[in-house]
């Protein structure tokens, strides 16, 4: 078909939308725009398009040039609709190239498409095809065709599916776009849940075993858990696969660490607060706890948190209620409350620094998490997952670690548990000049097996941690960052020791 062919058959130019057609497209912009996945609203388009022609077939095609690809389809096989030698396929090739609609009442008298066989043969008398466009980019089009209805196939018609085509345009991109992303996130919730599942607890030592078994029991409750043990055990990473194993896993997960904020942020950042209920308060905010509505909490070193929050976060355990601050209005919330801490909550409660109810609504579930001490076995499984982890994340092979070096690794005390080991070994990936990680390469001090039981473990703490000081010229914030520990923790053992030693 030529250009002066092709432009004789634009409609466009003369043509009209009328009131009635200019309310359909109202209706329908209003239809189609509220459709998000990419099928159902191809299939509404074409639907749309057949009724507004009277046509007895059709289909439409995404893609550019050679690429275009049969996505939906009336009373016409896709693999017919684009047969090399088929009047169709050269029909919407031609208007995606050209980017303007073709119509023709009448085919078969028509010398626009004179001496087409597959036309005469199939008996076509109406053809109309109209592309979507949005940008400058071809986004495919729609073919219609019928032997025996003529009457839909005139150029107001085709104006208003051509300007339903427009809109058609923006919903497919937007569609297209919204289907890329469900796509992407479903790639990065696998690998969340990888990460972050119960496949993401790494060992098959008799207590992590122990663990995991009591998160698959309590995976599908919202019972609220609390979650035990040293600093480095991985209680958050647990707290994490409990979310994202159960049935709130499409939901967000919120940690919040509560350890050294003020009162009045803390209270502000879990329940919001109203314009003017503190200086500073220029304008309403919501809590996390609104914010992360029907997800999952995780209140780390819940132990800190004040006795005046400790009130209003019983509240929302026992209620499901809250109320911003300096307002008088109660709103509902629906999370899934987990909890952390380091310290013996149940003693916290016997000095009166935590409210005793809101430690039984805490505490209805204890996850106590091992020290990597007690992990028999679970150092290898740890070193190679790490070994893994970085060598992915820098795009690099993965380094093995020597015989004597592992050694040094399942011996030494590692105070600052799993966290700890993986500073280890992500700090040895990088001194390490070649696939080999040495003792060289390996900044711990090894503390013989034999040697833990004739200890205390406060003692084993203290003596690791001055080693790790002279070993960084008394740098704290390095050896924090050695031991996997937060420099708050260090300070304060620190001068735990020197108050023992003043005595």
Same mark, same amino acid.
């Given at each position: 078909?030529?250009?002066?062919?092709?432009?004789?058959?634009?409609?466009?130019?003369?043509?009209?939308?009328?009131?009635?057609?200019?309310?359909?497209?109202?209706?329908?912009?209003?239809?189609?725009?509220?459709?998000?996945?990419?099928?159902?609203?191809?299939?509404?388009?074409?639907?749309?398009?057949?009724?507004?022609?009277?046509?007895?077939?059709?289909?439409?095609?995404?893609?550019?040039?050679?690429?275009?690809?049969?996505?939906?389809?009336?009373?016409?096989?896709?693999?017919?609709?684009?047969?090399?030698?088929?009047?169709?396929?050269?029909?919407?090739?031609?208007?995606?190239?050209?980017?303007?609609?073709?119509?023709?009442?009448?085919?078969?008298?028509?010398?626009?498409?004179?001496?087409?066989?597959?036309?005469?043969?199939?008996?076509?008398?109406?053809?109309?095809?109209?592309?979507?466009?949005?940008?400058?980019?071809?986004?495919?089009?729609?073919?219609?065709?019928?032997?025996?209805?003529?009457?839909?196939?005139?150029?107001?018609?085709?104006?208003?599916?051509?300007?339903?085509?427009?809109?058609?345009?923006?919903?497919?991109?937007?569609?297209?776009?919204?289907?890329?992303?469900?796509?992407?996130?479903?790639?990065?919730?696998?690998?969340?849940?990888?990460?972050?599942?119960?496949?993401?607890?790494?060992?098959?030592?008799?207590?992590?075993?122990?663990?995991?078994?009591?998160?698959?029991?309590?995976?599908? !409750? *919202?019972?609220?858990? @609390?979650? =035990?043990?040293?600093? %480095?055990?991985?209680?958050? /990473?647990?707290?994490? #696969?409990?979310?994202?194993?159960?049935?709130?896993?499409?939901?967000?997960?919120?940690?919040?660490?509560?350890?050294?904020?003020?009162?009045?942020?803390?209270?502000?950042?879990?329940?919001?607060?109203?314009?003017?209920?503190?200086?500073?308060?220029? !304008? *309403?905010?919501?809590? @996390?706890? =609104?914010?992360?509505? %029907?997800?999952?909490?995780? /209140?780390?070193?819940? #132990?800190?948190?004040?006795?005046?929050?400790?009130?209003?976060?019983?509240?929302?355990?026992?209620?499901?209620?809250?109320?911003?601050?300096?307002?008088?209005?109660?709103?509902?919330?629906?999370?899934?409350?987990?909890?952390?801490?380091?310290?013996?909550?149940?003693?916290?409660?016997?000095?009166?620094?935590?409210?005793?109810?809101?430690?039984?609504?805490?505490?209805?579930?204890?996850?106590?998490?091992?020290?990597?001490?007690?992990?028999?076995?679970?150092?290898?499984?740890?070193?190679?997952?790490?070994?893994?982890?970085?060598?992915?994340?820098?795009?690099?092979?993965?380094?093995?670690?020597?015989?004597?070096?592992?050694?040094?690794?399942?011996?030494?005390?590692?105070?600052?548990?799993?966290?700890?080991?993986?500073?280890?070994?992500?700090?040895?990936?990088?001194?390490?000049?070649?696939?080999?990680?040495?003792?060289?390469?390996?900044?711990?001090?090894?503390?013989?097996?034999?040697?833990?039981?004739?200890?205390?473990?406060?003692?084993?703490?203290?003596?690791?941690?001055?080693?790790?000081?002279?070993?960084?010229?008394?740098?704290?914030?390095?050896?924090?960052?050695?031991?996997?520990?937060?420099?708050?923790?260090?300070?304060?053992?620190?001068?735990?020791?020197?108050?023992?030693?003043?005595?």
């Amino acid at each position: 078909m030529s250009d002066n062919a092709r432009q004789s058959e634009n409609p466009l130019s003369e043509p009209s939308l009328t009131q009635e057609h200019l309310q359909a497209l109202f209706e329908i912009s209003q239809s189609v725009n509220s459709i998000t996945e990419i099928g159902s609203l191809l299939e509404r388009v074409m639907d749309i398009a057949i009724r507004a022609a009277e046509a007895e077939r059709g289909f439409l095609v995404l893609g550019d040039g050679d690429a275009l690809k049969v996505r939906t389809a009336r009373n016409i096989s896709p693999e017919i609709a684009m047969d090399e030698t088929g009047f169709s396929r050269s029909i919407v090739k031609e208007v995606a190239r050209s980017r303007h609609p073709i119509l023709t009442a009448d085919a078969q008298a028509d010398p626009h498409f004179a001496g087409i066989e597959s036309l005469i043969v199939k008996e076509i008398h109406a053809v109309a095809s109209v592309p979507f466009h949005l940008r400058g980019r071809v986004l495919g089009a729609i073919y219609l065709d019928s032997k025996t209805r003529r009457s839909g196939f005139n150029p107001g018609t085709l104006a208003f599916l051509a300007a339903f085509a427009n809109q058609a345009a923006i919903a497919i991109e937007n569609a297209q776009l919204l289907e890329n992303l469900r796509v992407e996130n479903r790639l990065l919730r696998t690998q969340v849940d990888r990460h972050y599942g119960f496949s993401g607890l790494i060992g098959h030592s008799q207590k992590m075993q122990q663990v995991i078994l009591l998160l698959r029991k309590i995976v599908n !409750s *919202d019972i609220p858990t @609390l979650f =035990e043990g040293e600093s %480095g055990t991985g209680k958050e /990473l647990a707290a994490r #696969a409990l979310h994202n194993e159960g049935p709130r896993k499409h939901k967000p997960f919120m940690a919040l660490y509560c350890g050294n904020i003020p009162e009045h942020l803390l209270e502000s950042e879990l329940f919001g607060h109203k314009k003017g209920a503190f200086t500073g308060a220029i !304008s *309403d905010k919501h809590g @996390l706890l =609104e914010v992360y509505n %029907g997800g999952t909490f995780f /209140l780390d070193e819940v #132990a800190d948190i004040p006795p005046a929050i400790q009130a209003k976060l019983l509240r929302v355990l026992q209620d499901g209620e809250i109320r911003r601050v300096g307002d008088t209005e109660t709103r509902h919330v629906d999370v899934r409350i987990l909890s952390a801490t380091n310290k013996a909550l149940a003693k916290e409660v016997e000095k009166g620094r935590f409210r005793e109810d809101l430690y039984y609504r805490l505490n209805v579930i204890t996850v106590t998490m091992p020290p990597l001490r007690e992990r028999e076995g679970d150092i290898p499984l740890l070193v190679n997952h790490f070994l893994k982890k970085h060598a992915e994340k820098a795009g690099a092979s993965v380094k093995r670690v020597t015989s004597k070096a592992m050694q040094i690794l399942e011996s030494y005390h590692w105070p600052g548990n799993v966290r700890e080991l993986e500073n280890a070994i992500e700090r040895a990936i990088v001194l390490a000049d070649d696939d080999d990680i040495t003792p060289a390469e390996l900044i711990i001090a090894p503390v013989p097996k034999t040697a833990v039981a004739r200890k205390t473990l406060k003692q084993h703490e203290r003596e690791i941690v001055l080693r790790s000081l002279e070993q960084t010229g008394g740098n704290k914030t390095r050896t924090a960052e050695i031991l996997g520990v937060s420099l708050r923790w260090l300070h304060y053992k620190l001068a735990e020791w020197k108050r023992t030693e003043a005595k």
